[in-house]
């Protein structure tokens, strides 16, 4: 067969360049910066908590940045799962508060747990009443999408403030995530290193599922080119739904994180952070998980490095991080191929 | 026609304000290659489609294998066994070989002869298993788009350009593949704008001119006569070989 002649003598491809640069961006931040600070625990503490702030913002952006390149949707009414997340743990702050002053590792753990659970549970289903609502009806008009988004945020906060008040509600840490490690003059709060464990683990598990599974699979493909995906034969909308509201209980799973790390709740408080959220999805690449994680890191570790060294740069940080990041990478730092 | 998988009946179709298919009629016979000819924007890769559900037909019917199919969903249209190459390919470039093909095989499991018989009409394919897509030249893309096609048995495929772009010699073979496939018994409908890959695959053809179609017929039937190949096409065979 020709086709066997023709091939046979096409030398074989080199193997797929790996985009370390990137990778290295976060690795070389925290060791190049090491020399600006005058002391190591200085060094040591802000980084640390540098990766548990870089991590909850991952937790936070991640759901949207799927949601953003499966079907070009932009939401800004995600930052309300991170509000409802986070106030879904009253609904078991209440009745299991003595769990948080236990003397128990266990009881703890156990009650941060059901928090989460709670949590991701509650904003899965209003995600997926939202989706149903208040996105399905403006699919493939970004104007619409952003004017009724906004819409349904400023409706969820009122019903936080109908439901649980408009003053600020205060939370307690449990009693095992307070306090700090100590080495040597460096505190590392321990509340900081168990937001790093879970951000780890989160993007462990997304990283299996998106690159081991079918669903994953799916989610892959359908980032790039959905109507591909559906001239395969594959439902598209549902393959959406379930991603919208995964990415809301993943917001709802970064909200109580957040709430424990501010350890005051306002209904405002998951829009508050939209702008860094935002500016993480532009820096990792609209639609790459990769991207949003090593795009939280890099933000977070840039807000606390400078906020420490240059106080008065401190509010521009991040926006300077995206717009160098935009100068050499003007899809991001991992660009998803969309077609 | 009783023994026809496709038939098209009258179809309309408009995009936004424009009416681009203005009662379309053909038939794809059973285990037929038929082309689909026309100059550029005469309304060939719409057709395509059209059948596919990718853009709904505004009147006008759509019948595969004697079942309606005008208003139902791209999915259901795919897994009702009509297989679609887009004239862009659709290959998911950040996914490898091995992932797009698995994806397209929606059973789950890739049927290893299958395979084997795929992996023997584009060796290429088999040397790049693990590699990313995206890397594939435009002549091995193509042939991963129509591996994928056919990764599991379908009951039509429709292929929109496949040589588009293509050095010569990648067109030998692609023409070398659809032979093959015609000997396998598959029925295709084929988008196809090189009148001599045209002309040596095709059993039958229909042209499209402003999206009506002004020719059907038996492929030999065009290919010897120049006038007609001038009249509804603008070429001659000569010039294209």
């Known amino acids: 067969m020709t086709s066997q002649t023709t091939d046979n003598a096409l030398p074989d491809l080199p193997r797929t360049p790996r985009d ?303 717009a160098l990041v935009l100068v050499w990478r003007p899809q991001g730092l991992f660009p998803v191929t969309r077609q | 026609m009783t023994d026809a998988t496709l038939v098209l009946d009258g179809v309309h179709t408009h995009i936004g304000p424009y009416h681009i298919l203005h009662g379309v009629s053909f038939a794809v016979p059973k285990g037929e290659l038929t082309m689909l000819l026309g100059r550029n924007g005469a309304g060939k890769s719409t057709t395509l489609r059209t059948i596919m559900g990718l853009w709904q037909a505004s009147a006008g019917k759509i019948l595969f294998e004697g079942r309606e199919i005008t208003r139902q969903e791209t999915p259901d249209i795919s897994r009702s066994g009509i297989a679609y190459v887009p004239e862009s390919m659709g290959i998911f470039a950040g996914l490898t070989v091995q992932e797009n093909l698995v994806l397209a095989a929606r059973s789950g499991a890739i049927d290893k002869n299958r395979l084997d018989w795929i992996l023997s009409l584009f060796p290429a394919l088999k040397r790049f298993w693990s590699l990313p897509a995206g890397n594939l030249s435009g002549g091995q893309k193509q042939m991963l788009a129509i591996s994928r096609a056919i990764i599991e048995p379908r009951s039509l495929l429709l292929i929109d350009e496949p040589t588009k772009g293509l050095a010569p010699v990648m067109i030998r073979s692609m023409i070398e593949a659809f032979k093959a496939l015609k000997e396998a018994g598959e029925t295709i409908l084929l988008v196809e704008q090189n009148f001599h890959a045209a002309s040596v695959l095709g059993d039958s053809v229909v042209v499209i001119d402003d999206g009506k179609v002004v020719h059907r017929g038996a492929m030999a039937e065009l290919v010897t006569d120049r006038t007609l190949q001038q009249n509804l096409l603008g070429l001659s065979l000569d010039a294209h070989q």
């Open chain 1, 20 to 322: 370390l640069v990137p990778l290295l961006l976060v690795p070389a931040l925290i060791v190049l910066s090491a020399p600006l600070f005058g002391n190591l625990s200085s060094w040591v503490t802000l980084t640390v908590a540098g990766l548990a702030m870089g991590m909850m913002i991952f937790l936070m952006a991640s759901g949207m940045t799927l949601v953003f390149g499966l079907m070009d949707v932009i939401n800004f009414g995600h930052g309300v799962f991170i509000s409802l997340g986070a106030y879904a743990t009253l609904i078991v702050l209440g009745p299991l508060a003595g769990w948080a002053k236990a003397d128990s590792v266990w009881l703890n753990l156990g009650l941060l747990g059901l928090c989460i659970l709670v949590a991701m549970l509650t904003t899965g289903v209003i995600g997926a009443l939202f989706e149903r609502i208040i996105v399905r009806p403006v699919y493939g008009s970004h104007l619409k999408q952003i004017l009724v988004t906004v819409g349904g945020l400023i409706v969820a906060e009122q019903m936080i403030h109908a439901i649980w008040g408009a003053s600020p509600i205060t939370i307690a840490l449990p009693e095992t995530l307070r306090g700090a490690f100590v080495f040597g003059d460096a505190a590392i709060e321990r509340y900081r290193v168990f937001a790093i464990g879970v951000g780890l683990s989160v993007f462990a598990v997304m990283y299996l599922v998106l690159n081991r599974t079918r669903i994953g699979l799916l989610i892959r493909a359908g980032v790039e080119n959905p109507e591909m995906v559906e001239s395969l034969g594959y439902r598209i909308r549902r393959l959406f739904v379930g991603v919208f509201v995964a990415g809301s209980a993943l917001a709802g799973l970064g909200g109580v994180m957040w709430a424990f790390y501010r350890q005051t709740l306002t209904a405002g408080m998951g829009m508050e952070v939209m702008v860094l959220v935002f500016i993480v999805i532009i820096v990792g690449g609209l639609g790459s998980i990769g991207g949003c994680f090593v795009g939280s890191l890099l933000v977070a570790l840039v807000a606390n490095y400078v906020g420490f060294l240059a106080p008065k740069l401190a509010l521009v940080s991040n926006i300077l991080v995206m």
